[in-house]
């Protein structure tokens, strides 16, 4: 590529897990990075998933196996990088003779041909042949492999209906997956990158050797122009939009938007274990202890035909998975035992599958070299193949410049998360220990968040008055002054909502207030 003067070498638009993973990468490669998000990081299908760095199980049934064992390898990888905001987790697979398959998987195509008679049913012997594949597709050093339950006796089985006498238990690993964007950014800014938050690309200009991109402060109004070598498309369900509207590009690649919804009700279980229902309709939902004193309960899979229409979970999905858990518990739940929901659209690759259910959940990258400057658009994905998908991009992407170094992030810590895969329980002691003031349930909000960063976020604080205002549940001035100046924060909606989940704690008054000291903050600033 000829010498341009620009401003970046590689100018992201999207700041979710796709956008700010390949901006770190980059990043570390030497890349000179810009990212645009036009809201806050993760503020869409990042901050909306289930929560869970996961193989996919079900994925085998339209035997996705590439994406699954990819996703089994990746799970220790990510462990072992962020120790603070991931962690192994425990499956409960309750199982019973009349559970059925989802109709249009291959799987359950092949099965109707050669066992007509098990008419739709997902046989025993079949999910014990997925759970062995998916204890050894891909090399499990640190999680457990699958064992069985007996739910007549096992803990697990005390709030389940009686027809249920035995589960399968395996592993996967938990997310919280609006920090995990953040962290991205965090790490992309440390190695270079000008991460922008509420900035919206307005425009762009292609021209053979160069991007130049129109940018809108969407807080102030306020317009710049940039120029860079290359550009990827992340922008999740945007994607097509950005390739239609703002890049103009004659593209035939297609983004299917799916929506998947979930619930939160108070908590279910005694236990630390997930979950995993199957329906007899063939879908599956899992229920995940939550937050220490709710269950978490996802997801659905519906069509959603406008990205600029704000997904909700509509009563209806709300009902059906009211329902879903009802067929499992024995204490029925209802509508008024919901907490809170929340939902997000899957952005994926239009593979021509008949269902929502059925589209294909793997990453397709395609770059686009006609008419000029080269453009990486992003479609599909998962959150825990983000690195390798970043990794997969990089591969495209590093051909176009010189002297860009090799693959570097497996296992390199996140901010914070530069201790063991088994230290939380000792920084937690330490944090209690060095800051007497903090109480247990505290120092785990704190290390599960921000790790040995922690003591960074509480600083010299000799008491809890040293740490500024008290905004309820444990939030203090001091750490949302760490989530504007460090983590990009501008509102309250992103500290309660998707830095923390303290929204489900603080009532409306107390959000209220915590946006106007933070609106003053800003504008003192």
């Keep these: 590529m000829a ?21 770190r990468d980059a990043s570390g490669r030497g890349l000179k990075v810009g ?49 603070h905001i991931s962690w192994p987790m425990r499956f409960v697979l309750p199982y019973h003779k009349d559970m059925r398959f989802e109709g249009s998987t291959p799987t359950s195509k092949i099965l109707n041909i050669m066992m007509p008679w098990m008419k739709g049913r997902r046989p025993a012997w079949l999910i014990r042949l997925g759970l062995f594949m998916y204890d050894n597709l891909g090399g499990r050093k640190i999680l457990p492999g699958t064992s069985t339950v007996d739910l007549t006796t096992a803990p697990e089985g005390k709030g389940i209906e009686d027809r249920f006498e035995f589960a399968y238990e395996y592993s996967d690993c938990w997310i919280e997956d609006s920090r995990l964007v953040v962290l991205n950014a965090r790490d992309a800014e440390n190695r270079g990158a000008k991460i922008m938050v509420r900035t919206k690309v307005t425009s762009t200009i292609r021209h053979e050797d160069h991007w130049v991109v129109q940018l809108e402060d969407t807080d102030t109004g306020e317009a710049r122009t940039i120029r860079a070598k290359m550009l990827v498309n992340a922008a999740g369900p945007w994607v097509g939009d950005i390739i239609q509207q703002k890049v103009r590009l004659n593209s035939t690649e297609g983004v299917r938007l799916v929506r998947g919804s979930h619930i939160v009700t108070k908590r279910l279980f005694d236990h630390d274990k997930c979950y995993f229902f199957q329906g007899t309709d063939g879908r599956i939902i899992f229920a995940i202890p939550y937050e220490t004193d ?13 990205p600029s229409v704000k997904p909700v979970c509509t ?13 499992y518990f024995k204490q029925d739940i209802t ?26 959940r793997d990453y397709t990258l395609k770059v686009d070299t006609n008419g000029g400057a080269p453009i990486l658009n992003i479609f599909g ?21 010189d002297g860009v170094t090799g693959d570097w992030t497996a296992g390199v810590p996140l901010p914070g998360g530069d201790f063991p895969v ?16 903090v109480d247990a349930r505290w120092a785990k909000r704190l290390v599960r968040a921000y790790g040995t960063d922690a003591k960074n976020v509480l600083g010299m604080a000799k008491s809890a008055a040293d740490l500024g205002q008290d905004f309820g549940a444990t939030l203090t001035e001091a750490e949302v002054r760490w989530l ?34 933070m609106v003053s903050q800003r504008e003192a600033a």
Aim: charged share 30%; aromatic share 10%; net charge negative.
């Design 315 to 327: 009563d209806e999905e709300r009902d059906y998975l009211v329902a879903f858990a009802n067929g």
């Design 294 to 306: 709710f269950t978490l309960i996802g997801t659905t899979d519906a069509e959603h035909d406008d």
């Design 335 to 360: 509508s008024d035992d919901v907490v809170w929901t929340y939902s997000g659209v899957r952005p994926l690759y239009d593979d021509g599958a008949q269902s929502a259910t059925a589209a294909t």
């Design 422 to 437: 088994d230290g939380v329980d000792a920084l937690i002691r330490d944090l209690m220990r060095d800051y007497p003031f």
């Design 381 to 401: 994905g998962k959150i825990t193949t983000y690195r390798r998908l970043a990794q997969s991009a990089l591969a495209k992407i590093s051909p176009h410049f």
């Design 484 to 517: 504007m100046d460090k983590e990009y924060a501008r509102r309250a909606e992103d500290v309660v909502w998707r830095r923390n989940k303290l929204g489900l704690r603080l009532n409306d008054m107390q959000i209220a207030a915590l946006d106007a000291w």
């Design 35 to 83: 990212l645009a998000e036009m809201n806050d990081l993760a503020s869409a299908t990042s901050s909306a998933s289930t929560k869970l760095f996961h193989g996919g199980l079900r994925y085998l049934e339209y035997f996705e196996v590439r994406l699954v064992r990819e996703a089994l390898i990746e799970r220790e990888t990510l462990l072992r990088a962020m120790p």
């Design 3 to 23: 010498d341009v003067e620009t401003d970046f070498d590689l100018f992201i638009i999207g700041g979710g897990i796709n956008g700010c993973g390949i901006a």
